[in-house]
């Protein structure tokens, strides 16, 4: 039994000491053990990469909602008094209907060039207004004089006189890739200074929206919302540059359903070049028809 004890205490001693030895030569196994325990009081998985941040639209809002404009428009337009009763038709006959000149008022939106007043939107924003009228963001007015006007491309130039005016610099359209984000800036329902997002949904696009016998259509296609009162107004990326003039949405309400569609400033700026130059787009025509060409025609 002595012995027994003996050998039982030995080899109880053995085991500390031999826990001691590892634990001093090895000490990594311990911090392992503890950080073990740490996680399994709080889990964490350190090999997670932490989730990106979601793209901030605001330097780009902050910089291009006070480069854009809200374009008044006033037209004359007359309309028969057929309330009006002429005593003297019974001798005389009937002279005709008084006619009465009715004011009508549009809006829309239009996007500053450059410091010195140069503003660009819409050709049908503008189209047969007697009297054009910009209101910036912070609120001031000017009475805006139309250069010049291009049917084709459903773009005008607009003057006002003024400086030092904050205005979006001008970005490469070409460069734009489907998926990319956009802001469409404008306003709509008389909303002044509404931004709103979207990504590019195609490039390129056709939709037969001007009549115009030469149009040219090659729409940047988003989701961004834009409404009536959006048309003139800024298509601009994440960096805040200007990429586009909103022009139309896809709708059969007359209401944003889903698809909008910008000019590409590509062709705005040799609109524009050429408006402020000659007064007229400058075109060349090589006397053909272009169509395009589907399986049946090939």
């Known amino acids: 039994m002595k012995k027994f004890l003996s050998l039982f205490i030995a080899a109880i001693a053995g085991g500390f000491a031999s826990l001691s030895i590892y634990n001093y030569v090895n000490p990594v196994h311990t911090s392992y053990i503890n950080s073990a325990a740490v996680q399994n009081a709080r ?3 350190f090999a997670v990469t932490p989730p990106e941040v979601g793209i901030d639209f605001t330097t780009a ?35 005709g209907h008084q006619q009465k000149m009715q004011p009508q008022v549009a809006s829309g939106s239009g996007v500053i060039i450059s410091e010195d007043g140069f ?29 010049g006007t291009d049917p084709t491309t459903d773009l005008a130039l607009l003057k006002v006189d003024a400086h ?40 390129g696009r056709n939709i037969n929206i001007n009549q115009e016998q030469f149009a040219i259509e090659s729409f940047i296609q ?24 909103n022009t139309a949405i ?12 910008a000019i590409p400033v590509t062709i705005a700026r ?29």
């Not at 660009?120 to 250069?147: C, F, M, R, S, W």
């Not at 970005?171 to 709509?188: F, H, I, Q, R, T």
């Open 250 to 261: 896809a709708s059969n309400t007359g209401s944003y359903s889903g698809y909008s569609f």
């Open 222 to 245: 988003t989701d961004a919302a834009v409404n009536p009162g959006n048309s003139g107004g800024a298509l601009v990326n994440s960096r805040g540059e200007l990429v586009g003039i």
């Open 119 to 147: 503003i660009v939107t819409n050709n049908h924003v503008v189209d047969g207004a007697q009297q054009v009228e910009i209101t910036l963001n912070d609120n001031k007015k000017y009475q805006a004089k139309v250069i």
């Open 61 to 95: 809002a902050e910089m291009s909602v006070h480069g854009v404009v809200h374009v008044q428009t006033m037209y004359q337009q007359a309309s028969n008094d057929f309330d009006f009763y002429d005593p003297f038709s019974d001798f005389f006959g009937n002279r």
């Open 43 to 45: 889990p964490v998985n």
């Open 164 to 203: 030092d005016l904050p205005y979006i610099t001008c970005g490469n359209s070409d460069d734009l890739k489907v998926g990319e984000w956009v802001l469409a800036v404008g306003n709509p329902f008389n909303l002044t200074s509404t931004v709103t997002a979207g990504i590019v949904s195609a490039k």
């Open 270 to 298: 040799k609109v524009v070049d050429d408006l402020m130059e000659f007064g007229q787009v400058q075109r060349a025509f090589i006397g053909v028809s272009i169509r395009d060409i589907d399986s049946q025609l090939a």
